[in-house]
Structures are given as C-alpha cells and as structure tokens.
C-alpha cells in the first residue's frame, strides 16, 4: 500500500500559496502581533513535516506514524494557525475579491453556526470517534485515500473547534472565557480516554494492511495509544494555560476600564 505521490504536490502548493498569501496580506497592518505571525507561520511549517515527504508515506502503514499525524494537525498545528488570525487577515484584506469572499460566507448563517463552541466540541469529538472506532478507521488504514480524508478531517475539525475557544480572529458569537476554559478542559477526556483504549486494549480496533504481523499491529497501536495519551494532555494543557491567560487579561482590562 503506497500513497501517491501527487498527495505531496498537493499538500505542498496549499501550504506554499497560504504561506505566500499571509506574507503578502503583510498581517503586522491588520493588527496581528509577531506573535501571532510566529504562530501561524509555525503551524504551517509543521503541517508541511506532517503532511508533505516521509512521514505521511510512512503513516499509510503504521499506526505510531498516523497517531503523530493526528495528535499534531488536531491538537497543535490547527490551534496555532488559528492563533495566527487568519480569518481576521482575510476579512480585512487588501484584495478587495478575497474581502468580499469571506465577508460573504461570514454572513452564512449555517458557516456561522459551525463556530459556536458547542457545534465544534461535537464535531471534534465525531472526528475523533470516527477515525479510530468505525469502518473509516478501518477504510483509513488499508486504503490511502482514505487516509487523506482523514488528515484533512483533522485539520479542518481542529480549525473549526478552536477558533471560538482562542483568541484573534472576529468571532461570530460572544464566547465567555469561563467557557471556553471549560471546553479545552473538557475535551482533555475524550481525547485522553481515546489514547488510553489504544494504549490498553488487548485487541485490534482497526483492520491493518495484510503484510502487518498482528503483534506488530499491537505494539504500534500501543505506542500510538501512549503518544495521544501522553502528548495530548502537554498540548491542551498549554492552550487551557492560554485561554486563562486572555480570561485575565479581559478582566484585567475590565478593571481598569471600571476604575478609570
């Protein structure tokens, strides 16, 4: 089972024409901080490790390889991009088309309801159940295609999750921060449980490609397992840390406004 080729020339060209595209808007005269540019540019250079060259060949294959796939566009790459305000770079661009594009499907009511917390919770947590316990987990780890459907879903759920949960992009609806702390605390679970099955289970749940030994099979989706486990709760404990943070600072803000 191989995965074509013409996959990296595909991930590579939407990574490079994003990548231009964010350079040439020059973020810094929409307000982004350097910061957040750093941020974004750093999602991108993971995604192209993640998506673009050996690992993504090798992750058709092995369970371990497709756990990093998951756990960084899920859990990392996806929050940093958003991090670094992209919708709010594009909303304001200095393209009038690309403006009124996303102008246009900002006023979508069904897009906009995508980006409330509680819709992207039950996204992310339908993406995380069915890639690792239904028939496209199976589907995704003998076939490569569906493999790339997967790394897509990640990336797009991740997106649609975290966007109303972080900071600086315009949000559709007002969030609190006591729930958008909750929400990153909460879905420490689900996603902590999903690698403890991996990392416990004593049986296969997924099917793999025929010339994999099932003690093989095992000992990657142990090791998989471990990584979610592990690597997922150092992530979300940096963005709930993060998210406190604005919370403080928003009352910090409030404080001073009241007092002035």
């Known amino acids: 089972m191989r ?4 996959w990296d020339l595909f991930f590579a060209t939407a990574l490079l024409a ?8 020059r973020p810094s005269e929409h307000g982004v901080s350097k910061v957040r ?16 060259g050996p690992l993504p060949h090798l992750a058709v294959r092995n369970f371990t390889a497709h756990m990093i ?3 960084a ?36 009511l069904l897009v906009r309801q995508l980006f409330r917390p509680q819709v992207g919770f039950a996204i992310f947590i339908a993406v995380l159940i069915a890639t690792h316990f239904s028939p496209l987990a199976n589907k995704g780890m003998v076939n490569p295609n569906v ?33 958008r702390v909750l929400s990153l605390f909460a879905m420490m679970l689900p996603e902590t449980m999903t690698g403890f099955f991996l990392y416990s289970g004593n049986s296969l749940l ?12 095992m000992s990657e989706q142990h090791a998989g397992g471990a990584i979610m486990w592990a690597m997922g709760m150092l992530i979300d ?24």
Request: aromatic share 14%; net charge neutral; charged share 10%.
């Open 18 to 25: 994003k990548c231009t595209w964010y350079t040439v808007e």
């Open 69 to 71: 796939q998951h756990v």
């Open 206 to 217: 997924h099917d793999v490609p025929s010339n994999i030994s099932r003690t093989m099979a």
């Open 3 to 6: 995965l074509n080729p013409l």
């Open 73 to 108: 566009l899920m859990m990392l790459i996806a929050p940093l991009i958003v991090l670094g305000s992209p919708i709010k770079v594009a909303a304001t661009s200095r393209f009038p088309i690309l403006r009124k594009i996303f102008l246009g499907i900002g006023r979508n």
């Open 37 to 52: 540019q750093f941020s974004f540019y750093t999602g991108l250079l993971l995604a192209a490790v993640i998506l673009v």
């Open 237 to 260: 404990t940096t963005w709930i840390a993060l998210a406190a943070y604005d919370w403080f600072q928003s009352e910090k803000r409030l404080s001073e406004t009241l007092d002035g």
């Open 147 to 179: 493999h790339i459907f997967e790394l897509i879903l990640f990336l797009v759920g991740g997106f649609i999750y975290y966007y109303p949960v972080l900071e600086g992009n315009p949000h559709p609806f007002h969030v609190p921060y006591f729930v």
